[in-house]
């Protein structure tokens, strides 16, 4: 049963600390997404990668938000530091690049920054 | 203006109406038109997408998409409890997904 797989899946922390989630996208798919959502926003894009390259960051706040992807299995969204504002569902997508905009979601992480 | 807009509803039907979603955007150069459904504290997952101008009927769900006047629809016949959930509108541009607010419906047994 191939899927997303994020870490952790709650996290609680406060103004000031590092947060980094995780995620595994799923074996053979060579794009991944990162995605924030709030009842406010909705939906945003935060970045995305393809064969491990950065494609698109201009979602992310760059002074304190950074996206890496070490390896194919694995990519990595860091916050630091974090703010109360940073508070959401962080959900990490991956594709096969086919076109058509088929992103397979993982589980999503929700922060809670005090 | 966002480039997709989506009424977040709520909207509350009895078990076996028709729900009927729809959205509207601004980007013309959108060429897929998709629809992903989101239950509590899961993440999106694929429903429907269509290419381009048309309908597409998977079962008991049907999607359309008018290019001309950039509105999009999902139509859910027999609506079951289980379909209770959030259905969010996606589009893309340049393979970046815009997502619509997403309408929150429950299906009432």
């Known amino acids: 049963d191939a899927r997303v797989t994020q870490t952790p899946r709650h996290k609680v922390t406060e103004m000031g600390q590092e947060v980094t989630m995780r995620c595994q996208p799923i074996l053979g798919h060579n794009t991944v997404f990162w995605y924030r959502q709030t009842m406010m926003q909705g939906l945003e894009l935060l970045a995305y990668f393809r064969n491990r390259a950065p494609l698109d960051d201009s979602g992310m706040p760059k002074d304190r938000f950074s996206a890496e992807m070490p390896d194919a299995t694995l990519a990595t969204l860091k916050i630091q530091p974090s703010e109360p504002r940073d508070s959401a569902v962080y959900f990490c997508a991956s594709d096969d690049f086919r076109g058509a905009g088929e992103l397979f979601f993982g589980e999503g992480s929700r922060l809670t920054v005090l | 203006q966002k480039e997709v807009e989506q009424d977040p509803g709520p909207l509350s039907v009895p078990e076996g109406a028709i729900v009927s979603l729809n959205c509207t955007y601004s980007?013309?150069?959108?060429?897929?038109f998709m629809w992903y459904r989101q239950y509590s504290r899961k993440g999106p997952e694929l429903l429907m997408y269509?290419?381009?101008?048309g309908n597409k009927e998977d079962g008991r769900f049907t999607a359309q998409v008018d290019k001309s006047s950039k509105y999009i629809s999902l139509f859910i016949r027999d609506s079951q409890p289980s379909d209770s959930a959030t259905y969010l509108c996606?589009?893309?541009?340049?393979?970046?997904?815009?997502f619509g607010a997403g309408t929150t419906v429950t299906v009432r047994a």
């Open positions: 996606a589009m893309n541009n340049d393979y970046k997904l815009s």
């Open positions: 269509t290419y381009s101008s």
């Open positions: 980007n013309s150069a959108f060429q897929y």
